[in-house]
């Protein structure tokens, strides 16, 4: 069923929707808290936040996330609020290292190599290679409703001894800011905070 999805869009590349339109779909990047992106096994730290970026740089082959010891990947994604995911696209690299086999887990922040495969998956995947940018591969989306957090776990590449990703785009809605109540139920105390810091600052101008 699944392919039937890829051959509709992707057999001639320009199918029916135009490849602005489909790159204003993949928007979530935008809501992705990228401090708080965790990567287990990535071969340097920091580097996968590098793969959450515009429609327009998905091509951008400087900035890549690479697994370390193994071919094995997991990547914790939090978002600033809460999104319905309806697709997630990867481009990954050459000589077999894009990934083949992913599993996605939703609001959990306790994956690990121990229990990724213990722990039943939202959904399971497995990746053609993409190289530019033109498989979708969709989730089932009544499933992936009110995603505060996703978690890949890439299991499996096409035979290399890494894995190298360049893209992770996220095809959805973003429904709500979910942490924003949050912030402003403690609004006040930064306020009486703000006025402390103050009368410190002038106590100490004081004193020299």
Not at 43 to 50: D, Q
Not at 102 to 128: C, G, P, T, Y
Not at 137 to 147: E, R
Not at 177 to 203: C, F, I, N
Request: hydrophobic share 30%; charged share 30%.
């Amino acid at each position: 069923k699944m392919a039937c999805a890829h051959e509709h869009k992707d057999h001639h590349g320009h199918s029916h929707e135009p490849e602005d339109e489909r790159g204003q779909q993949y928007t979530l990047y935008q809501y992705i808290d990228t401090t708080k992106i965790a990567c287990l096994n990535e071969s340097e730290r920091g580097s996968a936040a590098r793969v959450f970026k515009s429609w327009s740089d998905r091509q951008d082959t400087t900035r890549f996330l690479e697994s370390g010891e193994d071919e094995e990947l997991i990547i914790h994604i939090p978002f600033t609020g809460a999104i319905k995911l309806k697709s997630i696209m990867i481009i990954g690299g050459d000589n077999g290292k894009s990934p083949r086999k992913m599993k996605a887990f939703i609001n959990r922040e306790d994956i690990e190599f121990s229990n990724a495969n213990d722990v039943k998956a939202v959904q399971e995947w497995d990746l053609h290679e993409d190289f530019k940018g033109e498989i979708e591969n969709p989730t089932i989306i009544a499933k992936f409703n009110n995603v505060s957090s996703l978690t890949l776990y890439i299991s499996q590449n096409y035979g290399a001894d890494v894995t190298r990703i360049y893209y992770i785009g996220l095809k959805g809605d973003f429904t709500h800011m979910e942490r924003r109540a949050v912030v402003t139920s403690y609004e006040s105390k930064p306020q009486l905070s703000d006025h402390k810091s103050r009368a410190d600052a002038t106590g100490s101008q004081q004193i020299q």
